[in-house]
C-alpha cells in the first residue's frame, strides 16, 4: 500500500553496507599490557542474545534459547500477561541452553510479583541449568522445580 | 607471563555475551577442556554482564591461557569496579552474579579497577582433577 514510488530507489537503500571493523576506543589510553595483542573480536551483523519466550497454556511459558543480560527483557514481557492474572505459572525450561543470573533474577521477579496469587512452577531444566538454580536458592524460595520427565 | 593463546575484544554491549560465549566455547573445546564449558561459559558471562553493567568501559576483552591442566580465562576492561554486595540477599534481585561465577569456578580473583587507576581484571580458572 504504502510502497515507494520510486523501486529502483527502494532497492538501492536496501543494500547493506559492509562495517566489519570497530574503531572507536583509543587502546593507546588503556593500562593493560596485553591490550594491543587483541584482535577485534565483534562482528555488528550479530543478532542479539538469542531467545524467545511461547505461551504454550493459559498459564504455562516456554522459555528458548539463551536467557542473560541481552534476553532478560525479552523474558520479563514474556511473564508479564502470564503475571496479570491469578494462579500458578508453569515455566518450561527444556529448551532453554544458557541461564545466568539475569535469568535468576527474572524467576525471582516473578516469583515475588506472584507472592500470594500463586507459586511458581519450573519444570524440565537441563542438569547445568537445573545446577544453577540450587546455587542461587530458589527453591529456598518456595519456587517449586521438577525434572522434565513426567509431572 | 604466560602466553596469549586467544585473546579478543568487545564493544560493551549485552547483545555480544552470545557472540563471546560463542567464541569461548569454541577455545574451550579446541583445548580439549570440554568437560568445564558450561561452567566456564557462565562465568565468562557474569564477568563480562558486571564489566557492561558497572564499569563504564569502553571495550571488554577476553583471553584464554592454557596453563597444564588448567584453563585461565580472563575478563579485562578500562573501567572503575564498583563494590557489589558479596552475600545477596535471598529474595533480592541484584548481585548475584559474582556468586554464582565464584561457585563454579576453582580459582577467582579480582583486581579492582579505581578512581584514579581504571581497569578490571576478572580471572577464572578451572582445573582437571
Same mark, same amino acid.
Given at each position: ?8 530507489? =527502494? ?33 555488528? =551483523? ?5 531467545? =524467545? ?33 491469578? %494462579? ?14 539475569? %535469568? ?19 519444570? %524440565? ?11 542461587? %536458592? ?14 | ?54 564499569? +563504564? ?10 596453563? +597444564? ?9 578500562? +573501567? ?32 579492582? +579497577? ?16
Amino acid at each position: 500500500m504504502n510502497a515507494p514510488r520510486d523501486d529502483r530507489l =527502494h532497492l538501492t537503500r536496501q543494500i547493506p553496507i559492509p562495517k566489519m571493523v570497530q574503531t572507536n576506543g583509543d587502546r593507546s589510553q588503556t593500562s593493560d599490557p596485553l591490550a594491543n595483542a587483541f584482535t577485534r573480536g565483534h562482528n555488528p =551483523h550479530v543478532p542479539a542474545t538469542p531467545f =524467545h519466550v511461547e505461551r504454550t497454556e493459559d498459564r504455562t511459558v516456554r522459555f528458548v534459547g539463551e536467557l542473560d543480560l541481552g534476553s532478560f527483557e525479552i523474558a520479563v514481557a514474556g511473564l508479564e500477561p502470564l503475571l496479570a492474572g491469578d %494462579g500458578d505459572i508453569e515455566v518450561e525450561l527444556a529448551d532453554l541452553t544458557f541461564m545466568d543470573s539475569s %535469568g535468576i533474577r527474572v524467576l525471582v521477579k516473578c516469583r515475588r510479583e506472584l507472592e500470594g496469587r500463586g507459586r511458581l512452577l519450573l519444570r %524440565g531444566a537441563n542438569p547445568h541449568v537445573a545446577k544453577i538454580l540450587e546455587i542461587a %536458592g530458589l527453591q529456598d524460595l518456595g519456587v517449586r522445580i521438577e525434572d522434565g520427565s513426567d509431572g | 607471563m604466560a602466553d596469549v593463546r586467544s585473546a579478543r575484544s568487545f564493544p560493551p554491549e549485552a547483545r555480544v555475551l552470545s557472540e563471546i560465549r560463542r567464541y569461548v566455547g569454541s577455545e574451550i573445546e579446541r583445548h580439549s577442556f570440554r568437560s568445564f564449558k558450561d561452567d566456564l561459559l557462565l562465568a565468562v558471562t557474569e564477568a563480562c554482564s558486571n564489566a557492561i553493567r558497572h564499569s +563504564g568501559t569502553q571495550e571488554i576483552r577476553v583471553a584464554i591461557f592454557p596453563v +597444564g591442566s588448567c584453563l585461565e580465562i580472563t575478563v579485562s576492561d578500562d +573501567g572503575v569496579y564498583r563494590p557489589l554486595v558479596p552475600a545477596p540477599e535471598l529474595d533480592g534481585e541484584g548481585h548475584r552474579g559474582i556468586h554464582l561465577m565464584a561457585a563454579v569456578v576453582d580459582d577467582f580473583s579480582l583486581h579492582q +579497577g579505581t578512581p584514579s587507576r581504571p581497569g578490571t581484571t576478572v580471572s577464572l580458572v578451572k582445573c582437571k582433577s
